[in-house]
């Protein structure tokens, strides 16, 4: 069975390095990763949180983030 598409918020805290309550911040903040919602539960799709990561890379702390 391959793994699943869509990560838990626990599992994307612990891939992000961050507590879920930093996710739930980020998430009415609207500056979080991209997620789903299904019902009351909310899921991330592991491509969206590469992507999260990929989009706040930077090579400096004074630069934009890399264009990828």
Do not use: C, I
Request: proline letters at 6%; a positive charge.
């Amino acid at each position: 069975m391959s793994p699943s598409p869509l990560a838990t918020a626990d599992e994307a805290a612990e891939f992000l390095r961050t507590t879920t309550q930093r996710l739930a911040q980020d998430r009415y903040q609207g500056t979080g990763p991209r997620f789903v919602k299904h019902g009351r539960r909310v899921l991330y799709r592991w491509d969206d949180l590469r992507a999260y990561v990929d989009a706040n890379t930077y090579q400096r702390t004074d630069d934009r983030p890399l264009a990828v």
